[in-house]
């Protein structure tokens, strides 16, 4: 009889139940110890899962070692199921290992798959975003346009979120996606509701301009559908006019006069000296005067420096805040609302031209900032305030990117006889003219870091055909200087010695920012080239259906 109540029944479907000791389920589990220690269940239903996968998450739980070694792809989703529903933390934790680490050397079509359906499953299931972030910054860089071909060779069957999300893995490649429509419209009646998302989210104007021919005849076919509604003719026929809007602004833009200043440390320095408060950065955005959330960003960073330098010592004396309640009290005044911050910051940049800051730079000052200690407060609420407005800005698909911006290393550089000049190579083959590019060479543009009679540099984008001589390498007229951000990476060492890694331009922010810090040296220098106009799409959330 005893036995009897150690003894707990998990009934499972078109099976004999499963008999496990209480006591194994209820040590691993806060889900398991409630029902069973608290409200008394004998018997467990776990029809909601397959057999096989409850069987192997008992097996997993009561193994010793307590670790998840492999999961057939087949019983994957349920048993990471279990473990959430159940609250068994190590082993969602290892299931999520597992998909990362099946990420690092992907060989199929069906591991693609697998991949792709199980971490979208985890995003739209629980906002779990880290492991559909990781898996796109993968695929982006693999060839994957057999993947999305055979993906969406029948666009009934794929779940109307991911779409977005295979517009933005294909890059650049518009011929792919009208084709895609083509091979999906002959097959069909109507115009499905999924061929006009797509038609919504893609970049017709740039289709239109690399491949006018098969942009035409997505339309054609559309037109001899037989059973095509006035609402869809209304629909396409509304489409192809706002395209051809669009199309006549970006004819406008190319003609426009060109910008060669990319970064200016002068221009930044004065912006930073009469920058007070963090209401100063929207006005500084509102205006104009920044067009780039690299660096607002970089702005933040040195305005919490320069705030807190100010902030530390009590108000109206010379005196340093050294109580605690001083030192709350004034690291308080120097954090702003981030929450309000955000939402200014977007409404700013609306009908503005605004290079979104890429995720990947954000990630490495998050990182850094999290691993070290604000160096100007006995408290650390600036650190966490920071930290809480970068990861907003993050989240944010209005200010942030993973793939609207290419990020290109620095090659060759040549100094010249005069020191204070500086070229610099880049290797950059521009969407919009690699397709119809014959010149001999390389694609590419070339950076002079000028240094002025006061001591300043300026990063300018050169177009003198002279500058390119000798270097096997051209530049198209497409390039732009408003689409580029210039940024060092940068290493170094925490006080406990620990490495780090930082990005910025112009001020050492991090020498600033962390207590104890040494050993700073230059990892990289690279250019994040904005490239949203020239992309299949120009919707960058992970949300279904993002606002942009």
């Known amino acids: 009889m005893e036995l009897d109540r150690q003894i707990i029944s998990l009934k ?10 209480r006591n194994r389920l209820t040590a691993e589990s806060k889900v398991f110890r409630y029902l069973i220690d608290e409200l008394n269940y004998n018997e467990l239903e776990m029809d909601d899962f397959s057999p096989e996968a409850v069987n192997l998450f008992i097996t997993i739980l009561l193994e010793e070692f307590q670790r998840v070694i492999l999961i057939p792809h087949d019983l994957f989703r349920d048993t990471h199921k279990l473990a959430v529903v159940f609250k068994v933390d190590w082993i969602k934790k290892d299931c999520q290992n597992l998909l990362k680490e099946e990420m690092k050397s992907i060989k199929s079509y069906e591991e693609t798959c697998f991949l792709f359906d199980e971490c979208y499953y985890i995003f739209e299931k629980w906002k779990n ?11 982006v860089t693999n060839k994957n346009s057999l993947f999305i071909s055979k993906y969406m060779s029948d666009l009934r069957k794929v779940e109307t979120g991911k779409l977005d999300l295979l517009l933005i893995l294909g890059g650049s490649n518009t011929d792919l996606f009208l084709n895609i429509l083509i091979n999906n419209l002959k097959r069909s009646k109507y115009l499905g509701g999924k061929v006009k998302q797509i038609l919504k989210r893609m970049n017709l104007a740039f289709s239109c301009e690399e491949n006018a021919e098969l942009y035409l005849t997505v339309f054609d076919t559309i037109s001899d559908l037989s059973e095509i509604t006035v609402s869809d003719l209304r629909f396409t026929h509304q489409i192809r006019t706002e395209t051809a809007k669009i199309m006549r602004i970006r004819e406008k833009k190319e003609t426009a006069e060109p910008k060669y200043i990319i970064n200016d440390e002068k221009t930044y320095n004065l912006n930073m000296k009469k920058c007070e408060k963090f209401s100063d950065v929207i006005k500084y955005v509102s205006e104009g005067r920044v067009t780039s959330m690299f660096m607002v960003v970089q702005m933040l960073l040195d305005l919490y420096i320069k705030l807190n330098k100010i902030k530390v010592r009590l108000p109206g004396t010379d005196r340093p805040a050294v109580t605690n309640r001083q030192s709350r009290a004034a690291a308080t005044e120097m954090c702003v609302e981030v929450g309000i911050f955000v939402k200014q910051l977007e409404e700013a940049i609306i009908d503005k031209k605004f290079q979104k800051i890429s995720r990947q730079y954000l990630d490495i000052i998050i990182e850094a900032i999290d691993k070290c200690f604000f160096k100007y407060t006995a408290t650390q609420l600036p650190r966490r305030n920071a930290l809480s407005l970068l990861r907003s800005i993050r989240y ?3 200010l942030s ?16 006889e005069d020191s204070r000049v500086t070229k610099e190579e880049f290797s950059f083959s521009h969407p919009a003219s690699a397709k119809a590019c014959g010149i001999a060479g390389r694609c590419g543009f070339i ?13 300018e984008l050169t177009v003198n055909p002279k500058d390119y001589e000798g270097t096997y390498r051209h530049c198209h ?3 732009s200087a408003q689409d580029m951000f210039r940024y060092t990476v940068m290493s170094g060492k925490t006080a406990k010695g620990y490495k780090i890694r930082t990005v910025g331009r112009w001020t050492k922010w991090w020498e600033e920012w962390f207590l104890g810090s040494t050993e700073w040296e230059i990892e990289g220098e690279f250019v994040a080239y904005n490239v949203a106009d020239y992309r299949v799409t120009q919707c960058d959330n992970l949300d279904p259906y993002c606002d942009n």
């Open 12 to 21: 499972i479907r078109d099976g004999d139940p499963l008999l496990v000791l």
């Open 401 to 416: 990117t993973y793939h609207e911006n290419i990020i290109i290393k620095r090659g060759m550089v040549v100094n010249k």
């Open 396 to 398: 944010s698909g209005k």
């Open 477 to 479: 007229g497409i390039i």
């Open 447 to 459: 950076l002079k870091v000028r240094q002025d009679d006061d001591k300043f540099w300026s990063d």
């Open 129 to 139: 975003r880290n492991l559909i972030d990781s898996l796109m910054l993968c695929l």
